[in-house]
């Protein structure tokens, strides 16, 4: 390495990943909230497939999850990992082809999505061209990634890059399995799993691509930018490392309740339960960990958006996290499978926790990338109410059509035979559809008003160019989880 | 090594790091999944389950490729109640040539494991163009393009059979061959209106407790 080597962080992509996150929670939630109407006004796709409701669904939740919530998440991490690591960001035309690439795949692979390009396994429905271009972004990604790691200036690995890293690795091993297909055109594949063993495969991928992309990978974000924005060190390392190991080893099981009373076998549907109830003890660790940050400065509460953002985040996190488990459980899963319940959980989850930590941390990062305050801090205070109401009417309204829809489903009359037919649960669905869509179009709205608030924070300046520190850390033993005796 | 020791050179290694996540990842999927996956009783055909004829083959595509799936399931559960509206509950064996699984996890509209014979082709004709004419308070969008498009429009109906039968559905040479010469003169949505018809009418074994419809 010449003398005269570029030293500064390479923060550019920070700022171009974050730009194209915001892009992609405008649309993905235009989609939704569409896809919202069309179940209160049925004619709204006016006979065009694209718009249907079938496809405008997958589409998004394709493009919240991976282009809002992946490009948030590869942004953040190369914002932290390289001030984690006191470092430059390892091959930065390496990072920048990952920017590229997934972009493009997110743009193509929505609009596949829309032409009817499907898969149909959830959350994998990409087709096979799309799943090995993500395979070699995500391999890029990591390469990046651990490389910037590998060649840090500070002692230990800060936990915020462990969660980061989990959801690199195991997101790309579930990714390359659940995937595994034969090409019959270019738009068609077929999945070398089959039925019950392709629906127990799918799931182990569902409800990882949930905890390692929209739980672990949110972590990492939540390690890194709470106790910055909180300016408090995070409550217990070592907590922190304990639910970090526990959440690794036991997310991975509980794939299989997402198949309660289905064709699978029970000691599978039955360790699934166990292992989902554990999920509650690292899941309420990181929350309690969280919000114990917090504790020392409850104060900035009051003026701070960012970190307003963040708690409620937490608050949101804990609750979905102790309804996921309780969703497990088999008598419970009996009246919330296929329900309405199972998407206002999505959504507390998605919303709540993925969503809002993400506002709060561009209403953190956004102004340091362009070295000046925040446009109006008003406007952010807006969002957050508009936020928060909107999600709470999301959840009590699919909450109230869940529990009706399983109700009159299973009600039987004194004869044994069912009460109510299919039709006459789609009829009581109308006010709680509608009352969703209300819900939906308010939390829309609120992002509308972050993402202005974002350009005109970031118009006429250019992404600040910032200097690694060149002492070593004086943090480097507070930061260790083992300390010497 | 003690584990603070063992902790200590894992947080200060990348190597380490990846390769401990990569382990602790892989138990769960090792010990749950790969066994089922290798489990031979949980992909061997029932009795009568016989691979989609080419027609049900593309119908059940263009069930995929509309997103169906989105809002009907495929999975009856073992629950009174659904026996009672549905039929009989569902079975590992009936799923043997289903790639992908189709059991859904919402419904929106009701479960279709057992549609087959419940309303004529002319209903779902109809329904299929128009939902609200034959059932007024449906929320189903309409999809009048399936008329319009012939079944095998891309002329592809041979390369997916020969696919799956890499993947191991016994398709005949005579069946992969006269494939795209019997969807002929097909629309889409006959092929949809054919595997709703195949649907649930292929699992002789079907538990006694069925209520029949």
Known sequence: MSARAVTHYEDRIVTAFTACAIVWSVLGMIAGAYAAAELVWPELNFGIPWLSFGRLRTGHTNIVVFGFGASALIGTSFYSVQRTSHVRLFAPWLAWFVFYAWQLTIVLGGWSLLAGWNTSKEYAELEWPFDIAIAVAWIAYGVVFFGTIARRKVGPIYISNWFYGSLIIVIAMLHVVNNLELPATMSKSYSLFAGAQDAIVEWWYGHNAVGFLLTGGFIGMLYYFLPKQAEQPIWSYRLSIVAFWAFVYSYIWAGPHHLHYNAIPEWVQSLGVVMSLVLLAPSWATMINGIMTVANAWRKLKTDPALKFIVLALAFYGLATFEGPMLAIRSVNVMSHFTEWTIGHVHSGALGWNALITFGTFYYLVPKLAGKPLHSVAMANLHFWLALAGIMLYIISMWGAGLSQSLLWLSLDDLGEVRYSFVDVVRAMAPYYTLRLVGGLLFLSGTLLMAENMRRTFAGTRTVTVEPPILVPAHRVAMSPVSEP | ?213
């Open chain 2, 1 to 213: 090594m003690s584990l603070l020791g063992l902790h200590k050179a894992i947080e200060n290694n990348t190597g380490l790091l990846i390769f401990g996540i990569l382990v602790v990842a892989s138990i769960g999927g090792l010990v749950q999944v790969l066994p089922t996956t290798l489990d031979d009783s949980l992909h061997a055909p029932a009795p009568n389950v016989v691979p989609y004829p080419p027609l049900e083959l593309i119908g059940r595509d263009i069930y995929i490729r509309e997103g169906c799936s989105t809002c009907h399931s495929q999975q009856v559960r073992p629950l009174l109640a659904e026996v009672k509206r549905y039929g009989p509950y569902a079975r590992s064996g009936e799923f043997a040539y289903d790639r992908p699984f189709l059991w859904g996890s919402k419904r929106t509209g009701p479960d279709l494991l057992r549609e087959g014979g419940k309303y004529s082709d002319v209903w779902h004709r109809v329904h299929m163009t128009n939902p609200r004419a034959v059932v007024a308070a449906s929320i189903m969008p309409a999809y009048p393009w399936l008329a319009q498009r012939a079944a095998n429009i891309d002329g592809d109906i041979e390369a997916r059979l020969r696919t799956l039968r890499r993947l191991g559905h016994p398709y005949t040479d005579e069946v992969v061959q006269s494939a795209a010469k019997s969807l002929e003169g097909k629309t889409e949505l006959d092929a949809v209106i054919a595997y709703l018809q195949w649907l649930g009418r292929h699992a002789a074994d079907a538990p006694e407790e069925h209520a029949g419809h």
